[in-house]
């Protein structure tokens, strides 16, 4: 496996029928999983705490984009901030060896199903306007080396 560089890479929003790439992405941060861990331990345990796995969470998905109100996408993930929507989404990592988009002879795309908790806007003198986006994801993620 060769080691990816993010440029080139894509994030795309909306549902399985038409999703939509987001302009003007500087950087993508998760999906983060976790799973928690369930206490287990009882009063003849005498040597160490006792643990079993718990439930899993996908976990979320930051954004980082130099907004632009007139980009499909933005537009996309606001509108899902005031609905509440379950939207897909889709991060297609580039190819590591071209950094293309799509993946070329090694592709990588994880995808899933996400609520979209915030849309801030980020504004400061002599500096690009910028906007921070944080995805619930909501159900399991799909991870395809072969899409």
């Excluded at 297609?92 to 994880?110: H, R, V, Y």
């Excluded at 979209?116 to 159900?139: H, P, R, W, Y």
Aim: charged letters at 15%; proline letters at 3%.
């Amino acid at each position: 496996m060769a080691i990816r560089l993010g440029n080139g890479a894509v994030f795309k929003f909306g549902t399985a029928a038409s999703e939509t790439t987001v302009g003007e992405v500087i950087s993508i941060s998760g999906p983060n999983f976790e799973r928690s861990t369930v206490d287990t331990t009882n009063l003849g345990t005498t040597s160490a705490r006792t643990f079993v796995a718990g439930m899993f969470d996908p976990g979320e998905i930051t954004l980082e984009l130099n907004f632009d109100n007139n980009d499909a996408g933005q537009v996309l993930i606001e509108a899902a901030v005031s609905s509440g929507s379950e939207n897909g989404w889709v991060i297609d990592f580039a190819d590591p060896a071209t950094g293309a988009e799509g993946g070329g002879s090694d592709p990588l795309t994880f995808s899933g199903t996400c609520i979209v908790q915030s849309f801030s806007n980020n504004i400061g003198m002599d500096e690009a306007e910028t906007a921070s986006v944080t995805l619930k994801i909501v159900k399991a993620i799909t991870t395809d080396s072969n899409p």
